[in-house]
C-alpha cells in the first residue's frame, strides 16, 4: 500500500521531466474541451486491420474518440486544429500485450538491480519506459508482472491524466509456485529471501492458488499472469517443463472467472502449455515448445498466443556486449530459446491458432517494441497478420476491442502514422513519426 502511493507520487513529479524531452505542442496531452473536434487527414488509412485499406481519408474526432471517417480531404465546419498527414499511411494505435515497464535490464546486472534500486527509482524507470513505448506508436499495453507495484500506480496516473503514456493493462504481481519462474527470490542468499521479496504472489496448493489470485484482485488488477513452467530467466536449474500441478492452474483460473479476470499464461514446455490450456486459460506466453496436441487445444478453445520473439534480441545484445551476462544456468536456457525461436509460430500460423501481438519488452529494450514485426513475418506471418496481431486481435484479447484496435466510431482516437507501406514492408513501423492517443497529438507534424 505505501509502496504504490509512493509510486503514485513519484509518477506524478516526473512527469515534468517527461515532458521536458518534447517540443511545446498539442502533444504533451493538454486536455481537449468538450467541444473539441480534431480532424485528420490520411494519405492512405487501414481502419480495420484485415481489410483492405482505404486511399486519401478524414477522420473526424470528437471528444477524443472518433465520430466519423470519411472518403477523401474534407473540411470539416467547427473544427479546432487540422492534423496533415497527408503525405502518410494511418492506422490505429499499436498495442503491445506483453510488457514489463520498470526495467530493461537483464542478467546479473537486473538480478544486482532487484537489490539496489529504490521503488521510486523503478517508478521513474516505469514512467520513462512507458514514454519511450508511447513514442515508438504503442498507445496500449499489457504490462504481465510487476512485485513492486509501481506500474498499477502509474496506469492511474496514466488514466486521471497525470501523467503521458500509453493505456495500461495491468497483472500486478505475477503468480507461480514456489521456486517457479515468478518466485523472485531465487538467485539470492537463502536468508535473504524473506526480506528482499513478499511472497505472496507465491502458491503451492489449490487453496493457497487461490487466495494468490485474491490477494492481486484486491490490489486492483486487470489481469492475472501466472507461470505453469519454468522461466529461461529462472535462476534456478530446474528446466523449461510443467511446474505447477494441473488442480493449481484449475483454481487459479476458476478463482480469477469469479472475479471476472482474464489469465494469462508464462509457458514454455508443452506439459505447461497443455495444462494451462486445459484450465481454461485466455492467452499462452512464450509457447516455444508447442506441439500438435497444443495447438489443436489452443484452435478448438480459441486461446490466444504470444509468441514474445523479441526477447532474442534483448539476449543476442547483451551477450554481444557481455559473455557472461547470464549466470551458467540461464546462459543454457538462453542460447536454447535463441535457437528455437520462432518454430513454434511456423506451426501456429497455418493451423489458424489466434495470435495476439506481444514483445516481452523488459527483456529486450523498451522504445523498440516494432522490432517483433520483422520477426513475426519472417517466421510466417504476412504484415497484414502481423499488424492485425498488434491492433484488433490484441484489443480482443485484452477485452478492448470496444474502445481499440480500429479507427471505427465510438473507438478512441488513438491512431500512428508512419511514411511507406506496412502492408508490404513491416520494418516502416520501427520509424513512427506521429503518434496520437486519446484524440491529442503526442508526436509528430505534417507528414
Known sequence: MLRALLATLVAAAAVASVRAADPPTVAQGAKTTPQTIVVVHAGRLLDRPGKPPRGPSTIVIRDGRIGEVRDGFVDVPGSQLVVDQRARFVLPGLIDSHVHLVSDTGGQLGQLEEVQAEDAALAYNALA??????RAGFTTVRNLGDEHGVTLALRDAIRAGKVVGPNIVDAGRSISTTSGHMDAALGYREDFREVLHAHDNLC????SCRRAVRIQVGRGVDVIKIATTGGVNSQVGAGLGQQMFDDEARAIVEAARLYGKKVAVHAHGADGI?????AGVDSIEHGTMLDDECIALMVKAGTYYVPTLSTVNGYIERLAANPEAYSPQVRAKVDWRIRVTGESLRKAVPRGVRIAFGTDAGVSRH????????????????PAAALQAATVNAADLLGLLADVGTIEPGKRADLIAVDGDPLTDVTVLKRVPFVMKDGVEFKGGPG
Not at 503451492?204 to 487453496?207: I, L, R
Not at 522504445?367 to 506471418?381: I, K, T, W
Open 367 to 382: 522504445g523498440r517494441n516494432a522490432d517483433e514485426f520483422e520477426l513475426m513475418v519472417r517466421h510466417g506471418m504476412t
Open 274 to 278: 497443455k495444462a494451462a490450456l486445459m
Open 129 to 134: 519506459n512507458a514514454h519511450k513505448t508511447l
Open 204 to 207: 503451492d496448493s489449490v487453496e
